[in-house]
């Protein structure tokens, strides 16, 4: 239609139809926005009903929680549903402790926790709150030197390529603390929630046994 054409009746419905859906659509997505914001932030605080300050929705469970990972107070925003694997790699970038199954079955996510090893990917953040939590970047010394168990692992050639040596090595450091010189088999129990894609299981059974002769 040109600028001189005249709009014919139909014409004038159907422009203010359309321009009604593209309103509606508008109104629809800032609703969605806004009630999202609003379930966001249901968790954190509300006003009481009878105006009387601020305090928490009856039944919301706190979202912003402190967590002592490595030794230091992390204050973090955690959802009620989230696993531990996720606020480490995610929202405190400690992505040295791997993903791999989600399912408690490869050991890629073992951290510790109170120095019992432990699946952080089955683990729900809420449920660590004041314990102490371990992650591979807290197994070196307070120099950054190597743990023994990180240096008998190398010297034992376990790592291949590397995607379940955090998990390895966590479990070894915890399998060491609560039995500092296990048997063979012992160790080999130990480890055995860790799974090695590449087949490194003499390898890194060697290095944990390495490493309790060194201690
Ligand atoms: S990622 Fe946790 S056990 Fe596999
Ligand atoms: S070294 Fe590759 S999965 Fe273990």
Redesign the pocket.
């Known amino acids: 239609m040109t600028k001189g054409d005249r709009m014919s009746d139909a014409d004038k419905t159907d422009a203010a139809g359309s321009s009604g859906i593209r309103a509606s659509r508008r109104t629809v997505i800032k609703g969605v926005i806004a009630s999202g914001v609003a379930v966001g932030a249901a968790g954190y605080i509300v006003y009481d009903r009878y105006g009387g300050g601020l305090g928490r929705a009856k039944g919301s469970v706190e979202r912003l929680v402190t967590l002592n990972v490595n030794g230091k107070d992390r204050r973090v925003d955690v959802l009620p549903n989230e696993t531990l694997v996720h606020t480490i790699r995610y929202k405190l970038g400690l992505t040295g402790t791997k993903l791999g199954c989600d399912h408690s079955e490869c050991g890629a996510c073992t951290v510790m926790v109170d120095d019992i090893s432990t699946y952080s990917c089955s683990t729900l953040t809420h449920s660590v709150r004041g314990r102490k939590i371990t992650t591979i970047e807290g197994i070196e010394g307070p120099n950054g030197e190597l743990h023994r168990v990180q240096k008998a692992m190398i010297k034992e050639l376990g ?7 955090s998990g390895q090595v966590v479990a070894a450091v915890a399998l060491l603390k609560a039995n500092p010189t296990p048997t063979v088999d012992e160790a080999r129990r130990g480890m055995s929630g860790n799974l ?3 087949g ?1 299981y003499d390898h890194y059974l060697k290095a944990v046994m390495t490493a309790s002769r060194e201690a």
Request: proline share 9%; glycine share 10%.
């Open positions: 790592p291949q390529c590397g995607f379940c040596t090695c894609r590449c490194a």
